[in-house]
């Protein structure tokens, strides 16, 4: 079973509007959870983390995502998106077999529109 | 600067022949990590190694191999027995528990088979 789905392969927004992209989580106890932003050919890097602490958390960029207990979400919003956004974001949570690593959801790749 | 160094950044490789991707890291992390990335699929874990001499399969282990001889080197060997081995390979490394499990990357591997 998934453990975590990202809703939109692609997302596309224009510069200076609101960037929402989602996920949802499964599982049957409060997970870790984190974001990560990949710009073409590189690897990842880590934008945010919810581990526990408080529920809005704050990452680089003007990137925050919420976690919503309730709705078993962590979505990533920016209030205005800038050029330098576009790139392929992924949700990621801990590993729900115990193992000491990371389950990533499919990606959603984010287009910025002048 | 600490980090991980992945190589070739690029490699073609004929059908049936094996083929190795290095991943070598300075930040004396302890457990390290090989990811297969294919559009649309986000990440998949292939293998994972928590101390030396000793490492785990993945989700996607059949037709790869690691060792893990040394704390900073995690090379993975792509062998003839994986059935469709084009793809963008991660490398990725961490110190953290569980509770953190920050993952630090390296700048991936292409691997394309002709």
């Known amino acids: 079973a998934q453990s975590v789905t990202q809703l939109g392969s692609h997302v596309s927004v224009s510069e200076g509007a609101l960037v929402l992209l989602r996920c949802n989580y499964s599982?049957?106890?409060?997970?870790?959870l984190f974001w990560y932003v990949q710009y073409p050919n590189q690897g990842l890097q880590l934008l945010l983390k919810?581990?526990?602490?408080?529920?809005l958390v704050k990452g680089i960029n003007g990137f925050e995502a919420e976690f919503k207990k309730s709705e078993t979400s962590f979505h990533l919003t920016k209030p205005s998106a800038h050029m330098s956004d576009a790139a392929e974001y992924f949700c990621a949570v801990s590993d729900p077999r115990g193992r000491r690593a990371l389950t990533f959801g499919s990606g959603t790749r984010l287009q910025v529109q002048p | 600067d600490g980090g991980i160094t992945q190589s070739p950044k690029y490699l073609f490789r004929k059908e049936g022949q094996n083929v190795t991707l290095s991943c070598e890291q300075n930040?004396?992390?302890?457990?390290m990590y090989w990811y297969r990335q294919d559009p649309g699929q986000g990440l998949r874990l292939i293998y994972y190694?928590?101390?030396?001499?000793?490492?785990q399969k993945g989700d996607i282990a059949e037709g790869y191999s690691v060792s893990r001889e040394k704390k900073e080197s995690f090379p993975l060997t792509v062998t003839s027995a994986q059935k469709n081995p084009t793809a963008f390979y991660l490398c990725?490394?961490?110190?953290?528990?569980?509770?953190?499990?920050?993952?630090?990357f390296g700048a991936g591997s292409r691997l394309t088979v002709l």
């Open positions: 599982s049957s106890v409060p997970p870790y």
């Open positions: 930040l004396n992390h302890d457990a």
């Open positions: 190694s928590q101390i030396v001499n000793d490492f």
């Open positions: 990725a490394s961490t110190l953290g528990t569980l509770r953190t499990n920050v993952l630090t």
């Open positions: 919810y581990t526990s602490a408080a529920t």
